[in-house]
């Protein structure tokens, strides 16, 4: 089947501490794998993607690289800030490329970043 | 561009009544998906709709039911609200010949 295991949380750093968020996959076929964020209160924010093995995503300062030996997808920041403080959440989706099909979610990883 | 919008924002039901929750998708987009999110819970996929069908199902009695209109927006109605089904309910939606989904930022039922 198709499943997702985040590190359990809560992750507390101190302000510009390096963060890593470990995310392993098991899927049937070859997916597409995301990054959401999700502050509080709010609904969920794509934070980034890759869609092939060797792919790295980026975007404000976070990185995952798409690792297909070692099925994983793990989330670096190398210097993180209070306003990073939000829960994570990785997902992965089988219908690569196109716009049918579902999201896996891992259970999501609380980061908390004090100053 | 208009984001993914949801209504309402919050709701308070009972246990056995029935509840309808709206969805408008972004612009450009013709496929919506719903999902659940128990508190501490990553989402858990309710059903996808594609032109007005439906298209997969995640493992959610029948009653939860769904709706698509030509416009692309869409409804999810729960009846016979039971206590687990408190939860955010988040709306995504997809198009234009990208898989991204983009979500609404969510309906919390609580059910008492």
């Known amino acids: 089947g198709n499943s997702v295991t985040q590190m359990e949380g809560p992750v507390t750093l101190s302000e510009e501490a390096f963060l890593t968020i470990n995310c392993t996959y098991t899927a049937t076929g070859y997916p597409s794998l995301f990054w959401y964020v999700q502050y509080p209160g709010e609904g969920l924010q794509l934070l980034l993607k890759a869609t092939k093995a060797d792919d790295k995503g980026s975007n404000k300062g976070f990185e995952a690289t798409y690792r297909k030996e070692t099925t994983s997808f793990h989330l670096e920041k190398g210097s993180v800030q209070v306003s990073d403080s939000a829960v994570y959440f990785c997902a992965l989706k089988t219908d690569r490329g196109s716009t049918l099909g579902r999201l896996y979610f891992g259970r999501g990883t609380q980061l908390t970043v004090w100053p | 561009e208009t984001g993914v919008t949801q209504s309402p924002t919050h709701l308070i039901k009972t246990r056995g009544q029935q509840v309808t929750l709206r969805c408008s998708s972004q612009?450009?987009?013709?496929?919506v998906s719903w999902y659940q999110q128990a508190l501490g819970q990553g989402p858990q996929f309710i059903f996808q709709y594609y032109r007005e069908e439906e298209n997969g199902r995640g493992n959610f009695p029948p009653r939860f039911s769904g709706l698509q209109f030509p416009n692309y927006s869409s409804e999810l109605n729960v009846n016979a609200l039971e206590l687990d089904d408190s939860a955010l309910y988040l709306c995504?939606?997809?198009?234009?010949?990208?898989?991204?989904?983009?979500f609404g930022p969510g309906t919390r039922l609580l059910v008492l």
């Open positions: 612009s450009g987009h013709n496929t």
């Open positions: 995504a939606s997809s198009g234009g010949g990208a898989e991204t989904q983009y």
